[in-house]
T-cell receptor, first 112, second 120 residues
Framework: AQSVAQPEDQVNVAEGNPLTVKCTYSVSGNPYLFWYVQYPNRGLQFLLKYITGDNLVKGSYGFEAEFNKSQTSFHLKKPSALVSDSALYFCAVSPYGQNFVFGPGTRLSVLP | GAVVSQHPSWVICKSGTSVKIECRSLDFQATTMFWYRQFPKQSLMLMATSNEGSKATYEQGVEKDKFLINHASLTLSTLTVTSAHPEDSSFYIC????????????????FGAGSRLTVL
């Protein structure tokens, strides 16, 4: 069975500091990995994805994520956090591009 | 880019009435649409998957007679919450995926903005 873990419910970081939101996954076969962001009372917005190729993928709003096959991780990172990055972040896996399985979400708070 | 419009954003209804939520793909043909339910501070729970012209496939534990899903065209899917009760109050989100996205390998889900249902 496919699963996604986001070990931290909440991540707090000061504005200007680097941020990391962690994600690990379990899937049979080749994983398609995604990060989505959700602002209050809104749907999810796509940030970035990994399907194949370079392990470091760059996405929207300066975010990037690194696929690590041996650690089955896909952590989301940003070199310098903004207050406007405060939101709920979801990691998702889609085995062979089929149904998506979402992690529980991590709430990011960037403090001014 | 791909846009999915979901309507209404907010709806309040009396217990026992039915509510319809629409999900439209504005600039692409959505061969598959997904309906999710999200409880406060929780992740998305997939309710059902619908393919255009076919009956929806419901996840285990989701009452198909309670949550009616119709995907009559390549740009429109609807979720009707029948005989709504306060426990149905939630945030419902649709997402869509087009055949072009699948064939190109993009495989990105595009989400609607969500609909917050409050049943009194």
């Amino acid at each position: 069975a496919q699963s996604v873990a986001q070990p931290e419910d909440q991540v707090n970081v000061a504005e200007g500091n680097p941020l990391t939101v962690k994600c690990t996954y379990s899937v049979s076969g080749n994983p398609y990995l995604f990060w989505y962001v959700q602002y209050p009372n809104r749907g999810l917005q796509f940030l970035l994805k990994y399907i194949t190729g370079d392990n470091l993928v760059k996405g929207s709003y300066g975010f990037e994520a690194e696929f690590n096959k041996s650690q089955t991780s896909f952590h989301l990172k940003k070199p310098s956090a903004l207050v406007s990055d405060s939101a709920l972040y979801f990691c998702a896996v889609s085995p062979y591009g089929q149904n998506f399985v979402f992690g529980p979400g991590t709430r990011l708070s960037v403090l001014p | 880019g791909a846009v999915v419009s979901q309507h209404p954003s907010w709806v309040i209804c009396k217990s026992g009435t039915s509510v319809k939520i629409e999900c439209r793909s504005l600039d692409f043909q959505a061969t598959t649409m997904f309906w999710y339910r999200q409880f406060p501070k929780q992740s998305l729970m997939l309710m059902a998957t619908s393919n255009e012209g076919s009956k929806a496939t419901y996840e285990q534990g989701v009452e198909k007679d309670k949550f009616l899903i119709n995907h009559a065209s390549l740009t429109l899917s609807t979720l009707t919450v029948t005989s709504a009760h306060p426990e149905d109050s939630s945030f419902y989100i649709c997402s869509a995926r087009g055949s072009r996205e699948i064939s190109s390998g993009a495989n990105v889900l595009t989400f609607g903005a969500g609909s917050r249902l409050t049943v009194l």
